[in-house]
Nanobody, 123 residues
Framework: QVQLVESGGGLVQAGDSLRLSCATS????????MGWFRQAPGKEREFVAA????????YNANSVKGRFTISRDNAKNTVYLQMNSLTPEDTAVYYC????????????????WGQGTQVTVSS
């Protein structure tokens, strides 16, 4: 089992930056890929970014390329999502997730999920 706890969400203004953290615990050795997803009100959950736990290779959704950066600190067992130039369209609950098998960019490939952290961007 892997436990994930997100933090760092909040209310910001358009153009601001925010950094989300995802602390992992449990069977961390089993993790292949860590991902961030988000779900806006009335919409389906969507992929944001992913990072290989071992190599650090990253992949971002087109909607956040150039603005969001995913990173990890293996010593702290923590994954981060640095979000810059935020817009109201980025308002959502952001979820951290862990995948055991292979790099993945779709929700059903992930095995473990955090409880989510709310990000609200005002105009």
């Amino acid at each position: 089992q892997v436990q994930l706890v997100e933090s760092g969400g909040g209310l910001v203004q358009a153009g601001d930056s925010l950094r989300l953290s995802c602390a992992t615990s449990g069977s961390i050795f089993s993790i292949n890929t860590m991902g961030w997803f988000r779900q806006a009100p009335g919409k389906e959950r969507e992929f944001v970014a992913a990072i290989s736990w071992s190599t650090g290779s990253t992949y971002n959704a087109n909607s956040v390329k150039g603005r969001f950066t995913i990173s990890r600190d293996n010593a702290k067992n923590t994954v981060y999502l640095q979000m810059n130039s935020l817009t109201p369209e980025d308002t959502a609950v952001y979820y951290c997730a862990a995948n055991r098998r292979r790099p993945a960019y779709v929700e059903y490939e992930y095995d473990y999920w955090g409880q989510g952290t709310q990000v609200t961007v005002s105009s």
